[in-house]
């Protein structure tokens, strides 16, 4: 696990967007640790543009988060909404 996911941060974000810390299965919480995750690796290849394996992370994790986000869009589309506005993703 990279250096900048403390087991306190992933607590914290599944805290805020999963409902309880431990409920780590939650598909809010899991979007918002990609996003926590594509954030950081995006501000890693700005400063160190040939990582092709960072690259190759974040567009694995891009993927990822864009299929739970549909599952989301098909099963509550009121939920998918405002975890995109709380996000600050897909505008």
Known sequence: MASYLTSEKIQEIFAEYGGSANNTGSVEGQV????Y????????????HKD????KALLSLV???KRVLQYIAKKDIQKYRDLCDKLGIRK
Not at 32 to 35: E, G, I, K, Q, R
Not at 40 to 47: C, T
Not at 52 to 55: G, I, L, M, N, R
């Open 32 to 35: 918002a640790l990609f996003t």
């Open 63 to 65: 993927g990822k988060r």
């Open 52 to 55: 092709h394996a960072c690259k």
């Open 37 to 48: 995750r594509i954030k950081e690796l995006s501000a890693h290849l700005r400063e160190n």
